[in-house]
């Protein structure tokens, strides 16, 4: 059911206040209950109060890489894009990726499931090229093995 973004925008100004201060505090209690920062509460928000703009929102909401406009798939998927695994083909594995969810990265798959993302480093260049699914590390990935890991470790694709 669609939250009444009204509602939602009274009880946020009422918790943190009606000050451009608390422009992030906001943001990130949006990010964490929604799971995305929906436009339309931003606009909901700057309707009912007289010191946050919709525009300044948006601004900070897209300045910071913490929050984001898209909902959230199910599972998220994040290629590393790194030094270690771009050498190792990372390009490729992100293409297997987009084909085998026809998405492109950043985006959500229709039905909910996947969401593609890339990343600057995962942090176990080792491992290159690497790729994280729901937290999960997975090392020297081919794209071949795309459709494989998807269908075998359990994400349902
Ligand atoms: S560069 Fe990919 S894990 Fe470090």
């Not at 608390?22 to 209690?29: C, G, K, M, N, V």
């Not at 300045?63 to 894009?81: A, E, L, R």
């Not at 297997?96 to 890339?118: C, P, R």
């Not at 080792?126 to 470790?153: C, N, Y």
Request: proline share 4%; hydrophobic share 40%; glycine share 8%.
């Amino acid at each position: 059911m669609t939250p009444s973004w009204s509602n939602l925008a009274t009880e946020l100004l009422q918790r943190f206040g009606d000050e451009t201060r608390y422009a992030i505090p906001i943001l990130q209690a949006i990010q964490t209950e929604q799971g995305y920062i929906p436009i339309p509460l931003l606009e909901a928000i700057a309707s009912k109060a007289h010191h946050l703009q919709a525009n300044q929102l948006y601004g900070v909401a897209t300045f910071y890489s913490q929050f984001t406009f898209t909902p959230k798939g199910v599972h998220t998927i994040k290629v590393c894009m790194g030094t270690a695994c771009f050498v190792k083909g990372a390009e490729h594995i992100v293409d297997a990726f987009k084909s085998a969810l026809s998405i492109e990265v950043g985006e959500t798959t229709v039905d909910g499931s996947f969401t593609l993302q890339t990343v600057a480093c995962l942090g176990c260049c080792s491992l290159a090229p690497a790729v994280m699914i729901d937290g999960h590390v997975f090392g020297q990935v081919t794209p071949e093995r795309v459709k494989e890991l998807l269908k075998t470790k359990g994400f349902g694709l």
